[in-house]
C-alpha cells in the first residue's frame, strides 16, 4: 500500500489539470481498493461547473443542499441528497455516498461520489483528498487570470452602464467567493447610501453612515468584518428587514478619477471553510470596485453627452419650426406621438425612445429656405414648391455624415418624413416599405399635429375631419399600420395633445 500511496502523491503533484488530478486519484483510490467507483464535481460558489466542462450550472437549492455537508466528513446520499444524482456527472450511476473537499483558494467547490470498495479505509481515503488540495489550488490561481480577462471582456461587450454594473457585482462576488455583492451610491445632497446594484434585496436607502458599508464610504476605509454581530458598525436591521443573517462582511470605498470616494463595494457571507474574508480578497475586490469606479463615470458621462444630445436636437428643431411659423411644442408633440406610435407598431422601446429623440429634427432643413417661400401666405407656385421641397434632402444632407445613433436617425427622418407609402411623396418617391419606419411614423405625427393646431394663416381642423381623413389616406399617403397604430393609442395621443397643447 505504502508503495501505492508514494507513487499516487508524485503523479497527483504533478498534475497540472482537473483532468489529470482526478485521473490520477480515481485510479489510485480503484488500486487500493478504497473505492470501486469515484466521481468528481467541481464548480465556483455560483453553481458554474468547472469539472466536468460540459456540465449544466446548479441551480441555487441543489448547490446550498452540497455545501451544508462539512468538510472532509463522509455522508451516504439520502433523500433529496440522493435525489440530485450526483448533481448532473451523468454517468447515469448514482453513487452511494459523497464528500465535499475542503474549499479551494479562489473560493471553489470541490466533490466526490463514490462506491466504497472492499478495503475502504476512511482515513487512507481523505489523506489521499489531501493530496489533491496543493495542485488543485494551483491550477484554479492559474486560472484567475482567466477568469479576470472573462468578466472583462462580458463588460466590455455591454453597450449600457446599468448591465456593466450588474456584471461587476458578479464578478465581485465570484472574486470573493461570496454569497452576495452589493454596489452601494453615495448621496451626498441627503447624506444616504443607496443601493445601485444588489444580490438578495431590495433597493433600500440607509444614512451614509450607517453599517459597514457606511463606514468604509464615510471613513475612506476598507472593513473586513468576520463577526458582524459583535461588531458596533454592523447594522443588523436589514437582517431583521429581510430575514437574511449575516456572518460575514468585506466593504470597500469606491473612489472616482479625482479620488473622491462616491460609493462602496459590500460582499457578504464567505462561502469557505472559515467563512472568513481576508487580505487576498481585498486585493481581488480593489480591481473591482476600479472597474465599478470606472463604469460609474462612463454611465454619468455617457448621459451627459445624451442629455446634451436632445437638448441640441430639440433646440435645432425649434429653430427649424420657428421659421416656419411653427411653435416649439409642436417638435415636443411630433416627438411624443411619435414614441406612442412607435410603441404600437410594435418597435423596440430602444428603438421608439431613438425615434423620440430624433424626430423633432423633421423639418431642419427648413433654416435653408428663404423667407419669402417659406412664410408666404398665399399659395406657392410650381418652382417654389419645388424649393420648399428640398427641405428634406437639405437636413438629411446636414446630418447625414454623423455616426451618432440619434443624428443618423434624425437624417432619415428629415430625408423620408415627406415620403408618401403609394410612391407619390418627395424627394425620391419612395413606396411602401421602402420608406424607412421612422419616415413613416413621422409622417403621420407631423400631419397629425399640424391639421390638428391653430395658425396665424389657418384654423385648425376639427378632430372627427382628421380621423376622417386618415381612414381615407390610409394605403395612400400613409402605412396602413402606422394609422392603426395611431388609432389604437389615440387617447395616449389626445392625453399628449392637451399637455402640451400651444398656448
Known amino acids: 500500500m505504502s508503495t501505492i500511496l508514494l507513487k499516487a502523491a508524485v503523479e497527483i503533484a504533478a498534475s497540472s489539470s482537473f483532468e489529470s488530478v ?19 464535481f467541481v464548480c465556483r460558489f455560483n453553481g458554474d461547473a468547472c469539472y466536468p466542462q460540459k456540465n449544466c450550472r ?26 440530485l444524482k450526483i448533481v448532473g456527472v451523468r454517468d447515469d450511476k448514482n453513487r452511494s455516498f459523497a464528500v465535499r473537499y475542503r474549499v479551494l ?3 471553489g467547490e470541490v466533490f466526490a461520489f463514490f462506491d466504497k470498495g472492499k478495503t475502504y479505509d476512511e482515513d487512507v481515503f481523505i ?13 484554479t ?16 461587450e455591454q453597450k449600457e452602464p446599468e448591465m456593466m454594473l450588474v456584471s461587476l457585482a458578479d464578478m ?24 445601485k446594484v444588489a444580490h438578495g434585496i431590495p433597493n433600500v436607502a440607509i444614512s451614509d453612515t450607517t453599517g459597514v458599508a457606511g463606514y468604509a464610504y464615510h471613513n475612506d476605509k476598507t472593513v473586513i468584518c468576520n463577526d458582524p454581530y459583535s461588531d458596533p458598525r454592523f447594522n443588523a436591521a436589514i437582517d431583521k428587514k429581510t430575514g437574511y443573517h449575516t456572518k460575514s462582511i468585506i466593504a470597500l470605498p469606491i473612489k472616482n478619477s479625482e479620488n473622491i470616494v462616491i460609493g462602496a463595494l459590500q460582499c457578504v457571507n464567505k462561502l469557505s471553510t472559515d467563512s472568513e474574508f481576508n487580505d487576498n480578497d481585498v486585493a481581488k475586490l480593489h480591481l473591482v470596485s476600479t472597474y465599478v469606479a470606472n463604469t460609474l463615470e462612463l454611465a454619468s458621462l455617457h448621459k451627459e453627452i445624451e442629455d446634451t444630445q436632445k437638448e441640441v436636437i430639440f433646440t435645432m428643431g425649434e429653430v427649424g419650426e420657428f421659421r416656419s411659423k411653427e411653435t416649439g411644442n409642436h417638435v415636443k408633440r411630433v416627438a411624443e406621438y411619435s414614441y406612442i406610435i412607435a410603441i404600437g407598431y410594435g418597435l423596440s422601446v430602444l428603438d421608439a425612445e431613438l425615434l423620440r429623440m430624433a424626430s423633432p429634427m423633421h423639418d431642419i432643413g427648413k433654416v435653408a429656405i428663404a423667407d419669402s417661400i417659406l412664410k408666404k401666405p398665399g399659395k406657392l407656385t410650381d418652382e417654389e414648391f419645388e424649393i420648399m421641397k428640398s427641405h428634406t434632402t437639405m437636413g438629411y444632407e446636414v446630418l447625414r455624415h454623423s455616426s451618432r445613433k440619434i443624428i443618423s436617425a434624425a437624417s432619415i427622418v428629415a430625408y423620408e418624413h415627406h415620403e408618401k407609402w403609394a410612391g407619390n411623396g418627395y424627394p425620391r418617391g419612395l413606396k411602401g416599405e421602402e420608406i424607412h419606419i421612422f419616415g ?22 376639427d378632430l372627427d375631419r382628421i380621423y376622417a381623413l386618415f381612414h381615407e389616406e390610409s394605403g395612400r399617403h400613409f402605412d396602413p399600420k402606422v394609422v392603426g397604430a395611431f388609432f389604437n393609442n389615440l387617447d395616449k395621443i389626445l392625453h399628449i395633445r392637451e399637455s402640451f397643447k400651444d398656448v
Open 105 to 107: 483558494d479562489y473560493g
Open 440 to 461: 413613416r411614423i413621422t409622417a403621420l405625427a407631423d400631419v397629425f399635429d399640424a391639421l390638428g393646431s391653430d395658425r396665424c394663416y389657418k384654423r385648425a381642423r
Open 141 to 156: 490561481a492559474d486560472g484567475t487570470l482567466d477568469l479576470i480577462l472573462k468578466y472583462a471582456a462580458f463588460v466590455a
Open 127 to 139: 489523506n489521499l483528498l489531501r493530496l489533491s488540495y496543493s495542485p488543485l489550488n494551483l491550477i
Open 58 to 83: 446548479l441551480d441555487k437549492a441543489p448547490l446550498k443542499m452540497l455545501q451544508n455537508i462539512p468538510p472532509e466528513t463522509i455522508v451516504k446520499q439520502e433523500g433529496e441528497l440522493h435525489d
Open 172 to 195: 465581485a462576488r465570484e472574486f470573493s467567493a461570496a454569497d452576495r455583492a452589493t454596489i452601494w451610491m453615495g448621496d451626498k445632497v441627503n447624506k444616504t447610501l443607496w443601493t
Open 22 to 40: 482526478f485521473t490520477n486519484l480515481r485510479k489510485s483510490l480503484m488500486e487500493l481498493g478504497v473505492c470501486s467507483e469515484i466521481t468528481f
